[in-house]
Nanobody, 120 residues
Framework: QVQLVESGGGLVQPGGSLRLSCVASGSIFKIVTMGWYRQAPGKQRELVANITHTGDTKYADFVNGRFTLSRDNANNAVALQMNSLKPEDTAVYYC??????????????WGRGTLVTVSS
């Protein structure tokens, strides 16, 4: 059993910052890719950023240098530092991990999501 636990969402004014954290726990052999997706009301879930076990990072175009994703391999954790937030960044943010379980199965796991609201 693998769990992803997210923290750090909340309400912030436009131009402000938030830091989202996610920790994976359970029977994990190796986390291949870990990162964040988001889903705004009425829209499809979309990639925000992810990072491989070797540190290669991918960002969505809308990030445009505002967000930074970091990874702590020793603790199976990632953190997304979000700066210069805009109202259009309002969404539920979901942590995602593609990993190999202790039994050798390649699986994708999701957190429950954390709400980020950018509003004045």
């Amino acid at each position: 059993q693998v769990q992803l636990v997210e923290s750090g969402g909340g309400l912030v004014q436009p131009g402000g910052s938030l830091r989202l954290s996610c920790v994976a726990s359970g029977s994990i052999f190796k986390i291949v890719t870990m990162g964040w997706y988001r889903q705004a009301p009425g829209k499809q879930r979309e990639l925000v950023a992810n990072i491989t076990h070797t540190g290669d990072t991918k960002y969505a175009d809308f990030v445009n240098g505002r967000f930074t994703l970091s990874r702590d391999n020793a603790n199976n954790a990632v953190a997304l530092q979000m700066n210069s937030l805009k109202p259009e960044d309002t969404a539920v943010y979901y942590c995602n991990a593609d990993l190999i379980t202790g039994r050798g199965n390649w699986m994708a796991y999701w957190g429950r999501g954390t709400l980020v609201t950018v509003s004045s």
